[in-house]
């Protein structure tokens, strides 16, 4: 089977732009459409890719700028492939919500073009094989966000997009810088090169390793957003529309988690070493922080926000625990957040349609006594929310918490303390909608047929993951090994140092 990624990469603009320029009644249904092509052309990325082989597969690699050295290069691995199509479900997902739940400022076909562009640049940053490749396509992401933000965001959108775009900037400067300086020092006077595997065969000193590394890592930590560099996260996620909202919380943080796998550990191994301790600090952070916060706010999308920050945190800490089953089980955990947290957004609003608009926990209560397949729909994101067992996240939280003991104890059993904290906020956020006293302006009833067609498919995946996490942990398995070989190795190399060390009288 013959596939081009090219193909896939730049369909969702294609089809955004083709939307724009049709009659506004067909913008919805092309976008809906351009979505559905590439699901199913990511369906068949997973059908096909070899996991025997592993590694890299379906390259497309010309050199884009001669005299700067930069390629156009993409391809696919072990640690993309289930990226790829958790962000083709996702999209497809939103596409879906626009037939529900139109955008009230109207122009649809350039909410469709916006949003083509979106997950083209998701989709790129995924895809990417060169350095600069990966950091034009991860900040292009922040473009129609923006706009998108500013046409159809919430009434405090102009103060939320300007802090989104100040912290989100500046990392994404630093990391430009980071990525044009690596590609120099390595070049040493010749011609540069930025081919991903390319600058891993030679590792810059230490100290260059060590200022790169935290551009990138701050730029990463920004987009996810972790704790203490969070700030744009209460007015970003309050402002935002819907459909916007839920793309943006399941996926665009989870490039960032990717591009410490796929850039950060193995370009910059001495660093990832040297900070790995601190990263893990902020991870912890994140954890404590995000699950304290959301048991306490009242906005129903914020409890998701702050969630998504303690969620994020124990997928940085399973990859920078340095350990095969931590990394592993923190891809994992990327695609059940994703899937998870994006259905809970379309949840919020649903319930918000029938708690008279409003989105506060105190004045929902009692949808579940008109709504009991609503209500069961919600019970088993929830219980998937707080990693039950019998959930694909146990399986990635324990992993995470596994590889984190074997490398640092007492981060791990701080980390701990957030499992047991998800159990709080995803109850609270459970019960308060569904059941308590009822709402003075709830009005109870069932799933509509256009909602069913948002929710249901999210559901199956997350039944799926849960009976069989081994499919995205097999490719996974490889692409992690690949990823943290450079830094175990220096990591490896230490011990021993350290070690002959106090050996010697």
């Known amino acids: 089977m013959t ?60 050199l884009w700028i001669s005299s700067l050295g930069i390629h156009y290069a993409l391809g696919v691995s072990g640690l993309n492939l289930v990226l790829l199509a958790t962000t083709a479900v996702i999209f497809t997902a939103s596409a879906i919500w626009t037939l529900v739940d139109e955008p009230d ?23 990417a094989q060169d350095l600069v490749l990966f950091v034009i396509f ?37 990391m430009l810088v980071g990525a044009i300086t690596a590609g120099v020092m390595v070049a040493n006077g010749g011609e540069p090169n930025f081919l991903i595997s390319e600058l891993a065969k030679t590792p810059l000193g230490s100290t260059a390793q060590g200022w790169i590394f935290l551009a990138f890592a701050l730029a990463f930590l920004i987009k996810m957003p972790s704790f203490p560099f969070h700030g744009w996260m209460p007015d970003g996620y309050s402002n935002m529309p819907i459909g916007v909202l839920a793309v943006f919380t399941a996926i665009l943080s989870k490039v960032a988690a990717y591009g410490f796998l796929q850039v950060a550990l193995p370009l910059f191994p001495d660093a990832a070493v040297r ?7 902020v991870a912890v952070a994140s954890i404590l922080y995000g699950s304290a916060m959301a048991f306490t706010v009242d906005s129903a999308r914020l409890v998701l926000g702050y969630s998504s920050i303690a969620q994020l945190g124990f997928i940085v800490l399973g990859i920078f625990a340095l350990d095969g ?33 409003s989105e506060k926990l105190s004045e929902m209560g009692g949808i579940a006594k008109g709504a009991p397949a609503f209500a069961a729909v919600f019970l088993v994101f929830s219980f998937a929310l707080l990693a039950m067992p019998g959930t694909a996240n ?27 904290l ?25 799933l509509t047929p256009r909602e069913a067609l948002v929710l249901v498919p999210l559901l199956l995946v997350v039944i799926a993951l849960a009976l069989y996490p081994q ?35």
């Open 105 to 127: 400022n109207g122009k649809p076909g350039v909410y469709a073009l916006l949003m083509g562009l979106a997950q083209t640049a998701v989709l790129g940053a995924f895809l």
């Open 325 to 357: 089953r931590g990394a592993d089980g923190a891809l994992l955990q990327a695609t059940n957040h994703a899937i998870v947290a994006g259905a809970l957004i379309f949840v919020v609003a649903m319930l918000a349609r029938r708690s008279g608009g």
């Open 138 to 174: 991860f900040d292009l992401m922040l473009v129609p966000f923006y706009f998108l933000i500013v046409i159809w965001g919430g009434p405090d959108r102009t103060s939320a997009v300007l802090k989104l775009f100040i912290y989100t900037l500046v990392g994404s400067l630093l």
């Open 394 to 420: 146990f399986v990635a939280e324990f992993m995470i918490l596994l590889g984190t003991f074997e490398s640092k104890m007492a981060f791990a059993f701080i980390a701990a303390i957030g499992v047991a």
């Open 3 to 62: 596939i081009h990624l090219s193909i896939i990469l730049w369909l969702p603009a294609a089809a955004g732009l083709l939307a724009l320029l049709l009659p506004a009644r067909l913008a919805r249904w092309i976008s809906l459409l351009g979505a559905l092509l590439v699901l199913a052309y990511a369906i068949a990325l997973l059908a096909d890719y070899d996991r025997a082989a592993g590694g890299l597969q379906y390259v497309t690699d010309d």
């Open 275 to 281: 900070y790995q301790e601190l990263i893990m600090i």
């Open 471 to 505: 499919f995205a942990l097999g490719p996974a398995q490889d692409g992690t090994s690949k990823a943290l070989i450079a830094a175990q190795q220096v990591e490896a190399a230490g011990s021993e140092t350290s070690m002959a060390t106090e050996a010697t009288p």
């Open 422 to 446: 998800a159990a709080f906020y995803a109850l609270r956020l459970y019960i308060s909608a569904m059941h308590h006293r009822v709402g003075e302006k709830v009005k109870s009833f069932e």
